[in-house]
C-alpha cells in the first residue's frame, strides 16, 4: 500500500519536437505542447492523424525517431522515470485479458503488485464496478460483453491504479449516448476527486467541449491549434472549422438509380 | 529463423533473470504444468507405446533370424531412453503445447493486452513468459521418463506377442535391466530439459513478435512449431556429441 499511496499528486506532461515514422511514412511531425498539472487535455483530429500513436508515446509503448516526452520535467526514457509515476490508459478497445474473469481485470493491477490484501481487492473491485455501472459482473468473462461494457470495465480497471495521468483513446465509442455522458461525468469526477492529470482522445465533439480544459486539434500529424473548447469553437481556421462544425446533410431528394 | 537467435537467447537471458519473481507466479505455473500434462499425457501414451512396439518389431524380426533375439530389450530401452524418448516427446509437445503458447501470446499481443500490461506496469515477461518456461521446463523431463516406460512396454508387448520374435516379458526385460543403466535415463532427461526450453523459448518469442490480426496469429504459431522441430533436431545431434562421452 506504501508503494501505491506515494506520489499522490498530479503530474505534467511536456512533448518536445515528437516525430515517428513507421515504413518510412511519417506518422507525427514535430508535435510540441505542454499538459499541466491537473488539467483535461483533449486532442481531437481526423482518423489517422497520429492522435492514438501519440497516446502510445506518452505511455512509453513506442518509442519515438526524435524528441522527446517529459512528466514533471524529467525524460520518460531515462530509467525509472516511468516506474514512478502511476499512469492508466483506457484502451479504444477495451485491451481486457481473455483469460480473466472481469474482476481480476479489474484487480490485476493491485493483485500483480501486491498492493492490497485479497478481500481488499475485492472490495475496491466491486466499488470501481459499480461507478461504472457494471455492479456485480465480477465473475463475468470478457468475451460475453458487449464492446460498451468492455470499455467500461477498462475504465473501472484505470480507476483502481488510482492514476497521477490517464490516458483515455476514444473513451464514448461504441458506448450509447447515455453511457457516453456516464463515462464524461466520470472523467471529470476522477479529476475532481484524485486532481488527475487527464488526456483524452476523441471524436466526440460533445465530449471534447463538455470535459476539456484545453483541446489540441492535430492534423497530419501535426497540431492545427491549442485552446480552450470556446476558442476551438470560434477558429477561423477554415480546417478547424470544418472538424469542428461537420454536419451530416443528406440530398434526401435523390434515389439510387 | 537464425536471424531471431539473438533475440531468442535475449528472452531467455531475460527470463532467467526473473527466476527471483518465479514464486509470485507459482499458481500460473501449476495452471499451465496441468494444461501441458492434461493435453499431452494421453497422446504421449498412445505414441509412446507404439514407438516401442514399432521399434521392436523392426529390430527384432532382423536379431531373431541371427540369433540374437535376446538383446531386443536392451536395444529398445537405450533407444527409447536416449533418442526415441526425448525427441519425439519434444516434438509432440512442441506441437501440441508450443503452438498454444504462440497462440495465446501472440492473441494477447494482436488484441493490445500486452500493451494494458505494460501500462499498467507489469512485465510481460514475469506474467506470460516465466510461468510458461518453468511449466515446461518441468513437464517435459516428467512426460519423458513415462514416454520411456511406456516405450518399453510396448516393446515388451511386441517382443512376447509377436510370432517372429517371440521373446518373453522375462528375459526382454532381463536384457534390459543389464543394458540400460541411470546414466541413459539421465543422458535422455538432460537432452529434453534443454529442448523444453527451447520451444519454451521459441514459443514465447514467436508470440511476443506477433504483428497483426488472426493471420499474423496463424503464421507465429507455424513458425513457432517448425523452428521448435528444426532447432530440436540440430541440438539433438550436438547433445548427442556431446552426452556421448559420459
Known amino acids: 500500500m506504501s508503494d501505491h499511496s506515494k506520489n499522490s499528486h498530479s503530474v505534467s506532461v511536456q512533448v518536445h519536437g515528437l516525430r515517428k515514422s513507421f515504413d518510412g511514412v511519417p506518422v507525427l511531425r514535430g508535435l510540441d505542447f505542454e499538459v499541466h498539472r491537473s488539467e483535461v487535455f483533449v486532442i481531437m483530429g481526423p482518423s489517422g492523424s497520429g492522435k492514438s500513436v501519440l497516446l502510445k508515446h506518452i505511455i512509453g509503448l513506442e518509442i519515438p525517431d526524435q524528441g522527446e516526452i517529459l512528466i514533471d520535467g524529467e525524460s520518460i526514457q531515462k530509467p525509472g522515470v516511468m516506474d514512478k509515476v502511476r499512469m492508466a490508459m483506457v484502451f479504444q478497445s477495451g485491451a481486457l485479458l481473455n483469460s480473466l474473469t472481469v474482476g481480476e481485470n479489474v484487480g490485476l493491477y493491485l493483485t500483480e503488485h501486491r498492493l492490497r490484501p485479497p478481500e481488499d481487492i475485492a472490495r475496491v473491485v466491486a466499488e470501481s464496478l459499480e461507478v461504472v455501472g457494471l455492479k456485480g459482473l465480477e465473475n463475468r468473462s470478457p468475451s460475453e460483453l458487449s464492446g460498451g461494457m468492455k470499455k467500461r470495465v477498462a475504465l473501472a480497471r484505470a480507476l483502481v491504479i488510482e492514476p497521477q495521468l490517464i490516458l483515455y483513446d476514444e473513451p464514448t465509442s461504441e458506448l450509447d449516448p447515455l453511457m457516453a455522458v456516464t463515462i464524461a461525468e466520470e472523467i471529470l469526477n476522477l479529476k475532481r476527486r484524485t486532481q488527475v492529470t487527464s488526456i483524452v482522445v476523441s471524436h466526440d465533439r460533445d465530449l471534447a467541449f463538455g470535459v476539456a480544459d484545453r483541446i489540441a486539434i492535430i492534423n497530419e500529424g501535426k497540431i492545427l491549434f491549442i485552446g480552450t473548447p470556446n476558442e476551438v469553437k470560434n477558429h477561423s481556421d477554415p480546417l478547424i472549422k470544418k472538424f469542428i462544425h461537420a454536419e451530416l446533410t443528406l440530398d434526401r431528394t435523390r434515389t439510387t438509380p | ?246
Not at chain 2, 18 to 34: G, N, S, V, Y
Not at chain 2, 141 to 147: G, M
Not at chain 2, 177 to 187: C, I, K, L, P, S
Not at chain 2, 202 to 214: A, D, E, N, W
Open chain 2, 1 to 246: 529463423m537464425f536471424q531471431n537467435i539473438g533475440e531468442m537467447l535475449l528472452l531467455f537471458w531475460r527470463t532467467i533473470q526473473a527466476l527471483p519473481f518465479a514464486w509470485r507466479q507459482r499458481q500460473k505455473t501449476l495452471d499451465q504444468l496441468f494444461e501441458i500434462g492434461n493435453a499431452s499425457l494421453l497422446m504421449a501414451c498412445i505414441l509412446s507405446l507404439f514407438i516401442g512396439g514399432v521399434l521392436a518389431l523392426q529390430a527384432g524380426s532382423v536379431l531373431v533370424q541371427r540369433g540374437l533375439g535376446n538383446v531386443i530389450g536392451g536395444m529398445v530401452g537405450v533407444s527409447m531412453a536416449k533418442e526415441l524418448g526425448p525427441v519425439m516427446m519434444s516434438i509432440l509437445i512442441a506441437g501440441r503445447i508450443g503452438s498454444s503458447m504462440a497462440a495465446e501470446i501472440g492473441s494477447m499481443r494482436a488484441y493490445q493486452e500486452i500493451d494494458a500490461l505494460r501500462t499498467m506496469n507489469i512485465n510481460p515477461i514475469h506474467y506470460l513468459v516465466l510461468p510458461r518456461l518453468l511449466a515446461i521446463a518441468v513437464a517435459l523431463p516428467l512426460l519423458v521418463i513415462f514416454s520411456v516406460m511406456v516405450g518399453w512396454f510396448g516393446g515388451a508387448l511386441v517382443s512376447a506377442y509377436n510370432q517372429m520374435i517371440g521373446i518373453s516379458f522375462e528375459a526382454y526385460f532381463n536384457n534390459l535391466r543389464q543394458v540400460v543403466d541411470v546414466g541413459d535415463v539421465a543422458n535422455g532427461l538432460i537432452k529434453s530439459f534443454v529442448f523444453a526450453l527451447v520451444i519454451g523459448v521459441v514459443s514465447c518469442h514467436q508470440g511476443l513478435q506477433t504483428i497483426g490480426g488472426p493471420r499474423g496469429i496463424g503464421r507465429s504459431v507455424t513458425k513457432a512449431v517448425v523452428n521448435s522441430i528444426v532447432l530440436i533436431l540440430i541440438l539433438d545431434y550436438f547433445l548427442t556429441r556431446i552426452l556421448i562421452n559420459f
